[in-house]
T-cell receptor
Framework: DTAVSQTPKYLVTQMGNDKSIKCEQNLGHDTMYWYKQDSKKFLKIMFSYNNKELIINETVPNRFSPKSPDKAHLNLHINSLELGDSAVYFC????????????FGQGTRLTVV | AQSVTQLDSQVPVFEEAPVELRCNYSSSVSVYLFWYVQYPNQGLQLLLKYLSGSTLVESINGFEAEFNKSQTSFHLRKPSVHISDTAEYFCAVSEGTGRRALTFGSGTRLQVQP
């Protein structure tokens, strides 16, 4: 009965590889997000989708491409991975765009070696 | 643009002592305010939120926070902490218009010592 689930939980890969992180929510929410948490624990929004439509696209390298096949799923694909991409990536969802909290997944710890 | 400042990166405190974690925000429009807690190697869990109404909000495990519009603050307090409260605490703000995603502070590490 997990609300927001991400896979994988851990991902270790070499520089230059392409990888994907998957996210699914079973809460019936309209809005989904990707956040990045760096080594100093700072959390920053990367992308936000509302009903499969991209509504927030922060200053993120275009090697990062989100895809939302339906409103319950938001995947993150990363091309040509770099050392600086190492971080914890959190997926989240909320019932609507504003006036509400976000529900977070457990995170995916990405380590690029 | 909205921003959140958590002045204290770490707060060490003894068990059963009171604690206050400070949060100040900057925004030109109405805001919604949140505190999240992150235990080691876990995701973020909502602790409490202010959307409207009473400026004092409480969580089920004894934390409370007060929205102070004039001081643009949303400090988190607990009268008596437990070892199990040791975690990272994040203050977050969402604006009523515009960007609409949560903007987080840099976090405060609460370390409860026996």
């Amino acid at each position: 009965d997990t609300a927001v689930s991400q896979t994988p939980k851990y991902l270790v890969t070499q520089m230059g590889n392409d990888k994907s992180i998957k996210c699914e929510q079973n809460l019936g929410h309209d809005t989904m997000y990707w956040y990045k948490q760096d080594s100093k624990k700072f959390l920053k929004i990367m992308f936000s989708y509302n009903n499969k439509e991209l509504i927030i696209n922060e200053t993120v390298p275009n090697r990062f491409s989100p895809k939302s096949p339906d409103k319950a799923h938001l995947n993150l694909h990363i091309n040509s991975l770099e050392l600086g991409d190492s971080a914890v990536y959190f997926c989240a969802s909320s019932p609507r765009q504003t006036n509400t909290e976000a529900f977070f997944g457990q995170g995916t710890r990405l380590t690029v070696v | 643009a909205q921003s959140v400042t958590q002045l204290d990166s770490q707060v060490p405190v003894f068990e059963e002592a009171p604690v206050e974690l400070r949060c100040n925000y900057s925004s030109s429009v109405s805001v919604y305010l949140f505190w999240y807690v992150q235990y080691p190697n876990q995701g973020l869990q909502l602790l409490l939120k202010y959307l409207s109404g009473s400026t004092l909000v409480e969580s089920i495990n004894g934390f409370e926070a007060e929205f102070n519009k004039s001081q643009t603050s949303f400090h988190l307090r607990k009268p008596s902490v437990h070892i199990s409260d040791t975690a990272e605490y994040f203050c977050a703000v969402s604006e009523g218009t515009g960007r609409r995603a949560l903007t987080f502070g840099s976090g405060t590490r609460l370390q409860v010592q026996p």
